[in-house]
């Protein structure tokens, strides 16, 4: 019997078949046709609350929540985050480091190959790396204080899972304050007794009913409102819209103090008082001097509410050490603006009721202390603090501050703290003299230079020698300083480990990367409206976790696991046990809530969790009007501020003591240490970068989103605007690419040439993805993050905060052939 | 998105197309194909293949097939696996390198990918194979946790099509035939190019896998036509 060669193949084949073939990877359900018609559900977003399409297990369709009236063209993104191709989809190691874990090369980190693990694998990594940490150093080894904006949802909140988890374990090294406040909130409660940047406002219907002049300084509320730190419904737009047709109609006069015409000052169609970038406090100090030689401001009201102004108007009269005299005059050769203009608008804000709100760029540069201080002073010397329509604001732009609040009580959230009488695995707090709590944008000051010992708000902060980091829902490559003296400092850690759900610039400079699932995969519970606290919204899971993503709780449950306190970690309820939990105790706190009168009376009760959770949402109605300050103005001993006299204090005595060289007892005018317009170094870097929140994504949040990149991106870059005259002087067109740069660092991006930009300041907005073309320093940015060229110092010894608008760059016009986008390409390969 | 691109395999000819076709090797290959594309090869896997395990499949696919250029790229990065000290590592990461990290740099091996549209994973490709899938009876199990669109979910389902064509008579058969002949052409050979493209153009320490793909291509291809002229 003859057999054919493909019969003795495919026998062989058989044969190896058992060894060479595994499980397949389908299996059998009955037969059936694809015939769902799909579900809507509620969820919730930064971006804005929604209700979901989902049909054929997939988000098919997104529309804003029905309270939502004013919805944001960001939405359009929710699809394209929950499929976007940048999705982590597997935990993944470095190769590096799993072949030789710390002792590896360090300087791969960011440009390297990663090796997919199981789960249980990589969380018995993460374990490990905890147990050495704490084992071969100590608590002061382990850094997981960064948190940013995580998702939406009370329950997942991903900073406290990942804090509370990695607690349980060890103590490690927290951080204090942010990155978007870090002046404001340190300087403010000196100031006016609390952070305020976070403060609720006065309600907008009492500023539209008062107000004969707001100023917007350095404020863009029309951008920066279409997010919100939990599901936004954007409310403050009905006022934004009725303020425009005040303006319009003339009986409110706005004023945008800014170097740049904004989206807000060009949808109210209001006037621009142009000033040259950094300079506004001694445009401030002139406007004092104004208010005092003329007689304007209000001694009856610094009487009875404030300390300190002895002090401080003697230096604004020259009278104190440095003798110079804050004229108008002196102003104008710093700020750019004529002296007669700095004296009519002083005379202005007095003449009337001014409301005065101002944004959080200012004081996110060198000495950023000092407007906010400064704006303070100037609403004090105004009189107005406490009246309806008067007065100052740090927040109108942010999260619907100044809609009313309900002033029902919010669901609270999974616990970021250890229980109490508990203690974790490993008891030793010794930090060995280092500080336990650094301020957060001095980390990476604290990686270069262990063992440094900085002033720090009153205070010695020695730095820890930190080698392990664990972020989570938290990119600090998007919103750390100077990513090249970034990249020395990484190569100093041994471990870092990231948990998110996208490939962004953190994950690739981390050895573990475990894949998050997005808030649309998973069960939680939210307010709606943000400060407005308008209602309970149900975040239904849309589909199930994507690839092979987990949720923060199920991710840190099974860490916890590994250490036997899992239980201890979940409080023995699932995920749907804390909605309900936290949904019952919301309802508990809430039984003698009462609606606003004009509310709707219905709302005062809540339902079963069984009913909120089929209804999605429980509405709290509008709340009532406030003014902020009101009860001190009202009742100032009685009613003190949280300041260290109970009144405003225009000069601080306790500040004063510290003795720091960049921030005195009172509010003055330093130069910075880089400034465009004639300021130092602007012969070599004429131009002033300013690195705003961006105006289609949340911080770095969606810059993966394709569709809505398309619709800014210039030739697949971030862009950077330019105005006219210094797109003309380097021969850039609208629409080239040209390479921005500085002695820190260089970068790609798109021209956008506009006449809303004065001569001198372009613009590149942060949470731009960084994408170098490799790992050296200094390499070129390919897609256009301005943080490879700001500058990474502290604002002062007080609050120690980014001073990102701090930074001068040149730019010119790219020849040749452009490198390609490496932002949203995971890690890329080097030569082996 | 990964743009459409022309493939340098888009002439190949449809080798062996003229003989009669074993339709239970043809399951035993895609299987294999699946398996090799659906995860990492650990450490005993690997050896079995130094060991020349594969050699009977990689001989039919030369034979029947007439890809033998594509058998020998893949031959030839098998046995360059020993520069490697830790060929199993390296191996897994261009696995990641081409199939698990962001898929806008590597080979997604997902077909809504390669579709031009914006919409990412789970486009309309994936939403064609569940309807597949679920009017054959199959779902993709649950602990794979893959869209339906992975390469390796469509070439196991293509398995059990030819499985079933393998042990079909009468009039089942026809329709069943022309509708794998419906699968491979616009469902695999419609994107494998692009695929390949894209592989060819990721640096990996071994040419192992973009050979895979490209054999994978030349295979789907010639099979095919085979198919169409049974």
């Known amino acids: ?832 | 998105m990964i743009e459409p691109t022309s493939s340098p395999t888009a002439t190949r000819p449809e080798a062996g197309s003229g003989s009669p076709v074993d339709w239970e090797s043809e399951v035993l290959v895609c299987r294999w194909l699946a398996t090799l594309l659906g995860s990492e090869l650990d450490d005993a896997s690997l050896e079995r293949y130094r060991q020349g395990e594969a050699t009977p499949f990689l001989d039919y696919l030369g034979d029947a097939h007439g890809i033998s250029s594509d058998v020998t790229r893949l031959a030839e990065a098998l046995s360059r696996l020993v520069m490697f000290t830790t060929p199993q590592l390296e191996l897994a990461a261009d696995f990641a390198e081409l199939f698990l990290a962001d898929a806008r740099s590597g080979a997604p091996p997902y077909a809504s990918l390669y579709e031009g549209n914006k919409e990412g994973f789970h486009g309309e490709a994936a939403g064609r194979m569940e309807e597949r899938l679920s009017a054959a009876g199959y779902a993709v199990r649950r602990e794979v946790s893959e869209p339906a669109d992975h390469l390796a979910v469509m070439l196991d389902y293509l398995a059990t099509r030819l499985q079933m064509l393998a042990e079909s008579e009468g009039l089942a058969r026809e329709p069943l035939r022309l509708d794998i002949g419906t699968f491979l052409e616009h469902e695999l050979c419609s994107w494998l190019p692009q695929l390949v493209t894209r592989s060819d153009a990721v640096r990996t320490a071994s040419d192992f896998y973009p050979a895979l793909l490209a054999l994978t291509d030349g295979y789907c291809r010639s099979l095919a036509g085979r198919v169409r002229s049974a």
């Open chain 1, 1 to 832: 019997m003859t057999i054919s060669r493909r019969s003795f193949l495919k026998g062989a084949m058989a044969g190896s078949a058992a060894s060479l073939i595994g499980p397949g990877l389908l299996t059998s359900t009955a037969a059936a046709g694809v015939t769902e018609q799909g579900v809507w559900k509620t969820a919730g977003s930064h971006w804005g609350a929604m209700n979901a399409l989902v049909k054929g297990g997939k988000v098919a369709e997104v529309k804003p929540f029905g309270a939502d009236q004013y919805p944001t063209e960001m939405l359009n993104g929710i699809k394209g985050l929950i499929y976007n191709p940048s999705r982590i989809r597997y935990p993944m190691v470095r190769l590096e480091w799993l072949k030789n874990r710390h002792n590896g090369d360090r300087t791969t980190r960011g440009d390297n190959r990663f090796v997919r693990l199981t789960w249980d694998a990589a969380l018995d990594l993460f374990h490990e790396e905890l147990e050495r940490i704490q084992t071969d150093y100590g608590p002061w080894a382990l850094y997981a204080g960064a948190t940013g904006w995580r998702q939406t949802g009370q329950v997942h909140s991903c900073g406290n899972h990942m804090q509370r988890a990695v607690a349980m374990h060890g103590d490690f090294v927290k951080k204090v304050g942010d990155y978007s406040t870090g002046a404001g909130q340190v300087i403010l409660p000196y100031v006016l007794g609390s952070t305020e940047v976070y403060s609720q406002g006065t309600s907008w219907p009492l500023i539209l009913e008062n107000s004969n002049t707001v100023v917007l300084w350095g404020n863009d509320p029309y951008k920066n409102l279409q997010v919100g730190w939990n599901c936004e419904t954007h409310e403050s737009y009905a006022y934004l819209e009725q303020l425009k047709a005040k303006v319009a109609e003339g009986s409110i006069r706005v004023i945008s103090v800014d170097p740049v015409r904004t989206k807000t000052q060009k949808y109210l169609d209001c006037e621009q008082l142009y000033i040259n970038p950094m300079t506004d406090v001694a445009f401030m100090l002139a406007m004092a001097h104004t208010l005092y030689n003329e007689e304007l401001y209000s001694q009856e009201f610094i009487d009875a509410y404030a300390l300190g102004f002895d002090d401080f108007i003697a230096y604004v009269q020259g009278e104190d050490e440095d003798g110079v005299v804050k004229t108008p005059e002196w102003a104008e050769g710093i700020c750019g603006v004529p002296a007669e203009q700095i004296r009519e608008f002083a005379r202005l804000l007095a003449a009337d009721r001014t409301q005065l709100l101002f944004g959080w760029a200012i004081q996110r540069q060198q000495h950023g202390e000092q407007p906010y201080w400064m704006g303070a002073v100037l609403a004090t010397m105004l009189g107005q603090i406490g009246l309806p329509g008067g007065g100052i604001s740090y927040g109108h732009h942010y999260s619907s501050i100044g809609v009313p609040s309900s002033g029902a009580s919010a669901p609270g959230a999974f616990p970021r703290n250890v229980d109490a009488g508990k203690t974790p695995v490993h008891e030793n707090s010794d930090f060995q003299g280092a500080a336990s709590t650094i301020p957060v944008a001095r980390w990476i000051d604290c990686l270069l230079n262990p063992g440094e010992t900085i002033q720090y708000n009153g205070a010695d902060v020695t730095f820890p020698d930190i080698r392990m980091c664990v972020f989570s829902g938290c990119n600090p490559w998007h919103h750390h300083q100077d990513h090249n003296r970034m990249k020395k400092a990484f190569h100093k850690l041994e471990t870092v480990v990231t948990i998110d759900y996208a490939w962004n610039a953190t994950c690739r400079f981390s050895d573990l990367v475990l894949p998050a699932c997005t808030q649309f995969e998973r069960n939680d519970i939210d307010i709606y409206g943000s400060y407005s606290n308008r209602g309970v919204l149900a975040m239904h899971k849309l589909v199930d976790p994507l690839f092979h993503s987990r949720s923060d709780f199920d991710i840190f449950t099974d860490l916890c696991r590994r250490f036997g306190r899992d239980e201890e970690y979940r409080q023995g309820l699932d995920e749907m046990g804390w909605v309900k939990k936290l949904y019952d105790e919301c309802r508990e706190a809430n039984k003698s809530f009462s609606p606003a009168p004009g509310g709707d009376q219905s709302t005062s009760s809540m339902p079963e969790f069984a009913e909120f959770w089929k209804e999605g949402y429980a509405d709290f109605g509008p709340g009532e009007n406030w003014v902020r300050h009101a009860d001190f103005r009202e009742a100032p001993e009685v009613n003190a501020l949280g300041t260290p006299s109970g009144f405003i204090e225009i000069s601080s005595r306790k500040i004063a003591r510290y003795g720091y060289d960049d921030c005195r007892g009172y509010p003055t005018w330093m130069e910075k240490a880089e400034r465009s317009h004639g300021g130092p170094n602007s012969d070599r870097y004429p131009l002033w970068l300013q690195s705003v929140h961006p105006d289609k994504r949340l911080h770095s949040q969606m810059c993966e989103s394709e569709e809505l990149r398309a619709t800014y991106a210039v030739q697949g870059r971030e862009p950077i605007f330019i105005s006219p005259q210094d797109a003309a002087e380097r021969g850039i067109q609208d629409g080239d690419l040209v390479r921005a740069y500085n002695d820190r660092g260089q970068l790609l991006a798109g021209a956008v040439v506009s006449d809303d930009f004065p001569p001198g300041v372009v613009r590149i907005q942060e949470g731009a993805w960084y994408g170098p073309v490799g790992p050296e320093i200094g390499a070129l940015d390919t897609y256009g993050d301005p943080n490879t060229l700001t500058l990474d110092v502290g604002t002062s010894k007080l609050a120690q905060a980014p001073s990102a608008n701090t930074c001068i760059v040149e730019i010119e016009r790219f020849e040749g052939e452009a490198p390609a986008v490496t932002a949203f390409g995971g890690p890329t390969m080097v030569e082996i």
